[in-house]
């Protein structure tokens, strides 16, 4: 899933901040027919004053709760 992680940070279709690090985004992206069936890809991103960087990937069944940022609520 390593080459969908650019479609998920360009066309995310939520974006949720973390509730326990306001510097991190998690950008969520539904897959459908993975090697583990339908699921959301989900990359987290830490953002600093000058940089930002992706700290993990990962497929899950449910989105973790966080203010949504995108789309607006």
């Known amino acids: 899933m ?3 992680i650019p479609t998920v940070l360009r ?3 939520v974006v949720r901040q ?3 690090d306001m510097t991190v985004s998690l950008y969520y992206l539904y897959q459908r027919a993975t090697l583990v069936g ?3 890809l989900c990359v987290v991103v830490k ?3 000058a940089d930002a960087f992706v700290i993990t990937a990962y497929l899950t069944d449910k989105l973790k709760p966080g203010t949504q ?3 607006n609520p």
Do not use: Q
């Open 69 to 71: 940022v995108w789309p």
């Open 38 to 40: 339908d699921k959301w």
């Open 11 to 13: 066309h995310p279709e």
């Open 18 to 20: 973390s509730r326990t």
């Open 47 to 49: 953002y600093l004053a």
């Open 2 to 4: 390593e080459a969908a």
